[in-house]
């Protein structure tokens, strides 16, 4: 019997043992597997981390890259030169009657007085005359738009006829890229040769009228043309003005066409349309047409709204319409979600009050699903604030030169002006390409701000 209860209290000690052994085992892979699991939840965190601040990085690249080469649009070089508004140069008649003067001042030969004076510069200094051919390499020097300075400076001031004074013109688009690059002094470089550099030396260092002492007669000034003037054939008279103006007239008419088209479609599909084959096929629709390629659109609009309907080319109106039909889709399909994230609760709660089908839907529904609605407008006004294609082909790439005043005035947009600009070989092009995507950025940075502080006030309310 002894031997038997001693059996019995080995066989407990054993199991006892048994289980303990078991219980560690099982707690010791569990710990293993703990451990396992917070080593990959660790690496997935730094594998995020690490894509968010490589994304930041990318950004950072892009921006720096942009406005490095951006910021020789913002400064531009001009030079003072001693005007002579000799009568005989301008061949007008100083003897004339005011009014006739005047009249004759405005088509006078400003060209000869630009040539004849620079001439007259260089030469008071003792410089063998020019030939031929050096005088049209030494008026390269000088922007087209010199001329048209000095006749403005003349019909400002007509008591200037007949005297000298001093004018700021604008140098050519070369030798503006070539100071900006830092050549060394009276060396060759870009496209400029080295007799036209030491003209550009000879120049800076040229005497002051009247004076004895020489002075600096080319400065750089911060370029408030670029914002102020539109497109040009040359470099350093091309301002983005038309193509921002262009720009904010499109998305009026994108914005007050697609916003509450896209809100109020969206409003009759949760809330009012039975669910029945031809929902689910105008859904289908919707869904598809937000994939439809932009240029697509592009195409609609100039055989619908420009060849049918016959509105104009190039205008606002019609890259409006053209842009709304683009948004329509991405606006609709963000608004339903937002409506469909309001609380069934709400509605019935409204319901069981009295109110009617209507009134729930524009009192309660829609304030509740605004922010997301915004959030919605904004994805699609930034989307087509950047297009192009589309805008190409109802003919917004043509060259324009006047400032759109009207939405149905012809006009550019700022991608479209960046598309062109890209395209063009003048070195001084490129800068100003950089220019008007930094503008095009910011306006972008705008068009969000604003519209995050009105999410947020939906938000608050």
Known sequence: M????????????????????????????????????????????SMGLFAVLFGFML????????????????????????????????????????????????????????????????????????????????????????????????????????????????????????????????????????????????????????????????????????FTASDSREPELAGIKGALMGTLLTMFVTLLLSFPLGVAGALYLEEFAPKNRWTDIIEININNLAAVPSIVFGLLGLAIIINVFGLPRSAPLVGGIVLTLMTLPTIIIASRAAIKAVPPSLREAALGLGASKMQVTFSHVLPQAMPGIITGAIIGIAQALGETAPLLMIGMVAFIVDVPTSIVDSATVLPVQIFLWADSPERAFLAKTSAAILVLLTLLLVVNITATVLRSKFENK
């Open 2 to 45: 002894t031997k038997s209860i001693n059996n019995s209290t080995m066989d407990n000690t054993m199991s006892k043992a048994t289980l303990s052994a078991n219980t560690a085992s099982t707690t010791d892979k569990v710990a293993l597997s703990l451990k396992k699991r917070h080593q990959k939840e660790k690496l997935f965190k």
């Open 59 to 226: 950004v950072a690249v892009l921006i720096t890259d942009i406005t490095s080469k951006a910021l020789p649009a913002f400064h531009q070089h001009w030079v003072k030169l001693d005007i002579n508004y000799k009568a005989s140069w301008l061949n007008v008649d100083d003897s004339s009657a005011s009014s006739s003067l005047t009249k004759q001042l405005k088509t006078a030969n400003y060209r000869k007085v630009l040539k004849k004076s620079v001439e007259e510069m260089f030469l008071s200094t003792g410089t063998e005359k020019f030939s031929r051919k050096e005088k049209r390499k030494l008026f390269k020097l000088f922007s087209t738009n010199a001329e048209f300075t000095i006749k403005d400076d003349l019909l400002a001031s007509p008591e200037h006829l007949n005297k000298q004074v001093s004018v700021w013109v604008r140098l050519d688009d070369d030798v503006d890229s070539y100071l900006k690059e830092d050549f060394p002094v009276g060396e060759a470089g870009l496209r400029i040769n080295k007799q036209q550099a030491q003209w550009l030396v000879q120049l800076n260092q040229l005497p002051a009228k009247d004076q004895a002492v020489k002075e600096q007669r080319i400065e750089s000034r911060f370029n408030i043309s670029f």
